[in-house]
């Protein structure tokens, strides 16, 4: 059973990942995580033997600031990372869980209830293996760590959007292989034969 304190180690060996929590203090996020891909995917590349940062397209960190919800409150708070982070050369996204219900219906086209907290959002990731956030001696990961290590992806019942979750379990296949699908129906199959191109 993969512990915290291994998951801690395998993540920080992305650069990146460490430099952010080194950081931390600096970004001054209320209720801040690093969350999602840069750290799952960390996980994968190591156990492909490739480098840690291989293939991770961006950077997430969420926060939570329910007393302004405005767009412009969070591209501020995103100027401020950038500021912070800039050196290191990669795509640094910032999202206000406190303002996903706002946006993410127009964006998904699900709609999405209030959140209450970033651990909410953390909650609410497509896929439970990739639920899971990080800030310096702190972990979250309602699922545990079991299916990260495992490579198991199955789609969350607070997310049930078969859609969306198609689209994410074929552009993960395509990147790590060795990854298995775990779904009713037929939809394993699916899912594998369109991200080999079938």
């Known amino acids: 059973m993969p512990t915290p304190e291994r998951f801690f180690t395998d993540a920080l060996q992305n650069i990146n990942n460490r ?11 209320p209720d801040g995580w690093l969350v999602a891909g840069c750290l799952f995917q960390t996980i994968w590349n190591l156990q492909a033997s490739q480098e840690p940062d291989a293939s ?4 997430d960190l969420f926060y939570y600031d329910p007393s302004d919800t405005s767009e ?31 946006w ?9 209830q209030t959140l209450c907290s970033s651990a909410d959002g953390i909650e609410r990731f497509l896929i439970p293996a990739t639920c899971v956030g990080i800030k310096p001696g702190e972990i979250y990961a309602p699922n ?6 495992k490579g198991v992806l199955t789609m969350n019942p607070l997310t049930p959007h078969r859609d969306l979750f198609q689209l994410k379990a ?3 296949l395509a990147r790590w292989p060795s990854l298995s699908i775990v779904m009713p129906d037929g939809m394993e199959a699916e899912v594998q034969q369109a991200a080999n191109g079938r």
Not at 77 to 92: C, F
Not at 107 to 112: A, L, R
Not at 144 to 149: H, T
């Open 19 to 29: 430099t952010i929590l080194e950081r931390w203090e600096d970004l001054n996020l």
């Open 56 to 59: 991770i397209k961006d950077y």
């Open 72 to 102: 412009a409150a969070e591209q501020k708070v995103q100027s401020h990372v950038d500021h912070v982070l800039g050196d290191l050369g990669t795509r640094i996204e910032v999202a206000n869980q406190a303002r996903v219900h706002l």
């Open 104 to 112: 993410y219906e127009s964006y998904f086209g699900y709609p999405c």
């Open 144 to 149: 545990g760590l079991d299916l990260v290590y």
């Open 170 to 172: 074929q552009s993960y």
